[in-house]
C-alpha cells in the first residue's frame, strides 16, 4: 500500500507512525538540507534547520491540512521559518551563563537518520520530556 505523502502525514497525527515519519524523514531531510543549503545555509545551519524542521513535523503534524497545501509545500515552508527563526536568534548574541555572550548553537553532525533527529534535536527528549517519543 503506497502512501502519499499527505497520507504519511496524517497517520503521524492520528497514531504516531513512526514508520509514516521515517518514511517523511528519510525523503524531505536530504531535500531541506540542499534547499537550505540554496538559500546561503552553511552545512551545520543546513543540518540543524532540517533537523529541527522534521521535529515540528511530528509535532505539528495534526495541524497540516491537505486542503490548504501539500505535504511537500507545509514542510518546505516549516524549514524556511525555522530558517529565519535561526537568523534573527543568531542576530541577537545569546548571555553565557559565564557572563559573557555566545554564538548561537552549534550542530552536533548530521547523520540523517530519525532516530538522530529524535534523540539529538529534540530538547524535550534531552531534557527527559514524554511528548517525543523514540523512534527505536
Known amino acids: 500500500l503506497d502512501m502519499t505523502h499527505d497520507d504519511l502525514i496524517e497517520a503521524i497525527a492520528g497514531s504516531q507512525d513512526k514508520t509514516a515519519f521515517r518514511q517523511l524523514f528519510e525523503h524531505f531531510a536530504p531535500r531541506l538540507k540542499s534547499y537550505l543549503l540554496r538559500l546561503g545555509a552553511d552545512a551545520a545551519m543546513a543540518e540543524d534547520v ?68 529524535f534523540r539529538h534535536a529534540c530538547p524535550a527528549r534531552r531534557a527527559g520530556g514524554a511528548d517525543t517519543p523514540r523512534l527505536f
Open 50 to 117: 532540517a533537523q529541527e524542521a522534521m521535529v515540528m513535523v511530528w509535532r505539528k503534524a495534526a495541524s497540516f491540512d491537505r486542503r490548504q497545501a501539500g505535504a511537500s509545500t507545509w514542510i518546505f515552508t516549516i524549514a524556511r521559518n525555522k530558517r529565519i527563526d535561526r537568523l534573527r536568534r543568531e542576530k541577537r548574541p545569546e548571555l553565557d551563563p559565564g557572563g559573557g555572550t555566545r554564538a548561537g548553537p552549534v550542530s552536533a553532525g548530521w547523520p540523517g537518520t530519525a532516530a538522530h533527529c
